[in-house]
Structures are given as structure tokens and as C-alpha cells.
């Protein structure tokens, strides 16, 4: 039975984001991923993606992301995501803070031979900085060794 390409998409980040099963997240991955987001300048490989989302869910532990929708083209799917979470430990410039907050992204996949090969996520920065007050770190460096 061969996997969709939206199906795969959908897994993929529910992996990542919502469950953290990042040895099961491998197998869906070719060798030569790469993942890139509006937070950094940095483009980094699977070690990189794991420690970027690890990040996340270590300083906001209830963060979700919900798939609002999914467009797909042949091996491409742009994905609408909605995450929430309140920030328990300070990251990337953000204060911890009790307020639950909601942002949204539009990712990017691209499939070649039923693994993703590539992840780009454009995460709406400003709608974060509006609800925590408080400017994000852009390019702050991350330490993914």
C-alpha cells in the first residue's frame, strides 16, 4: 500500500510536533533532508530538525500543532498549521509566561520516492510578539552538534 502524499505530510509533522517519535520520524526522511524556517537563516539537516523542534517542546511541553489543511501537488503539499502552547521555559528571546498562545505556520514538503526530503516552515513571528510582547530572536544560533 502505497502512502499519499498528504498522508505522509500529515504524519510527518504529527510526529515531530505532537508525539516527538523522532527515530520513527527518521524512516520518513531521505538521506539528504533539509529543513529551514523563518526563526533561523540556518538550513539544517535531520539532526538539526530534531534538535530545532526538541527545542520547542522542551520550553513549551503542551505545544500542538493542528493541521487546518493541506494543498497537494503531484510530490508537493503546502500545509496550514495552527500551534499552541504557553512558553514554561524562555527561548529564542520569549518570555516564560503562563498565557496560552496561538500561532500559525505554512510549511512546505517536498516527497521524492516516499521520503520527505525537504521542510521549509514560515512561521507567523509577528502574531507571536503581539501576544507575549516581546521581539523574537531571528537568527539566533542554534546549537544542533
Known amino acids: 500500500m502505497t502512502i499519499t ?8 509533522l504529527n510526529l515531530a510536533w505532537n508525539k516527538g517519535q523522532f527515530n520513527l520520524l527518521q524512516q520518513y ?29 522542551s520550553c513549551m511541553p503542551d505545544i500542538f500543532l493542528d493541521i487546518e489543511e493541506i494543498m497537494v501537488k503531484d510530490d508537493h503539499a503546502m500545509v496550514h498549521s495552527i500551534l ?10 520569549l518570555p ?15 516527497i ?8 521549509d516552515s514560515m512561521i507567523d513571528i509577528a502574531g507571536i510578539q503581539r501576544q507575549v510582547n516581546s521581539p523574537i530572536a531571528v537568527d539566533f544560533p542554534l546549537n544542533v552538534n
Open 29 to 57: 526522511c531521505s538521506a539528504n533532508f533539509h529543513y529551514h524556517t523563518t526563526f533561523n537563516q540556518q538550513i539544517l539537516d535531520f539532526g538539526g530538525y530534531v534538535a530545532f523542534v526538541k527545542t520547542f517542546r
Open 112 to 119: 521524492e520516492r516516499g521520503k520527505v526530503t525537504s521542510l
Open 96 to 110: 516564560a509566561s503562563k498565557k496560552l498562545i496561538n500561532f500559525s505556520a505554512i510549511s512546505t514538503v517536498e
Open 5 to 12: 502524499t498528504e498522508e505522509l505530510s500529515r504524519n510527518f
Open 84 to 93: 499552541s502552547g504557553t512558553i514554561e521555559k524562555p527561548f529564542f528571546g
